[in-house]
Nanobody, 126 residues
């Protein structure tokens, strides 16, 4: 079974940056893309960004476009989320999950996910 382990969360001031990591172990052939999702109390979990396993397909939510970027390390089965110019609204628990490729796009919908990591807290505050 595939397992995902996130790291890199923490506290950052508005305008700062963080880089989240998601490493896959176990049956690492069992995914075609990886996505980052986030959730705050009382709100639904939302898709933030996704990338295909080879890094050739990416997508990003409008709310973070121009500030968040995903990348992959194919050899290490790892995916990264670079978050720049963080704002208070970005405060959330961030989860990585395997997701699907459909019609040439990686999935940011929850119904396209399969395996999930445990989540990391990102807090943006002065």
């Amino acid at each position: 079974q595939l397992q995902l382990v996130e790291s890199g969360g923490g506290l950052v001031q508005p305008g700062g940056s963080l880089r989240l990591s998601c490493k896959a172990t176990g049956f690492t052939l069992d995914y075609s893309a990886v996505g980052w999702f986030r959730q705050t109390p009382g709100k639904e979990r939302e898709g933030v960004s996704c990338i295909s396993r080879a890094g050739t397909i990416t997508d990003v939510a409008d709310s973070v476009k121009g500030r968040f970027t995903m990348s992959v390390d194919i050899a290490d089965n790892a995916a990264y989320l670079q978050m720049d110019n963080l704002q208070a609204d970005d405060t959330a628990v961030y989860y990585c999950a395997t997701t699907a490729i459909s019609l040439g796009r990686c999935g940011l919908s929850l119904n396209q996910t399969k395996y999930w990591g445990q989540g990391v807290q990102v807090t943006v505050s002065s």
